[in-house]
């Protein structure tokens, strides 16, 4: 089992910035991807970003060049830059870890908001 905590979120005007954090409750082993996934009101929760084992990363196209996510193995935590944010970027927004077994087990965390407004 893997508990996994998110903070970060609030509200920010457009064009600020947020850090989200997503911590780990044990060391993770084996192949995984962990991600971000943000969810608005009336639509499909979607991903936004998500880092492999390795480190490569993949960005939705809506956030590229504006999100970053990054890891820190030591500290069992996956972060989410956000940078240059717009009202669509509103959303609840949960982290994720996919841990590649037979079958593959999914996670998630509770959720932080974002609320991108003036």
């Known amino acids: 089992q893997v508990q996994l905590v998110e903070s970060g979120g609030g509200l920010v005007q457009p064009g600020g910035s947020l850090r989200l954090s997503c911590a780990a409750s044990r060391s993770i082993s084996g192949m995984y991807v962990m991600g971000w996934y943000r969810q608005a009101p009336g639509k499909q929760r979607a991903l936004v970003a998500s880092?492999?084992?390795?480190?490569?990363?993949n960005y939705a196209d809506s956030v590229k060049g504006r999100f970053t996510i990054s890891g820190d193995a030591a500290k069992r935590t996956v972060y989410l830059q956000m940078d240059s944010l717009k009202p669509e970027d509103t959303a609840v927004y949960y982290c994720n870890v996919r841990l590649f077994l037979r079958p593959n087990i999914d996670y998630w965390g509770q959720g932080t908001q974002v609320t991108v407004s003036s």
């Open positions: 880092i492999m084992t390795g480190g490569s990363t």
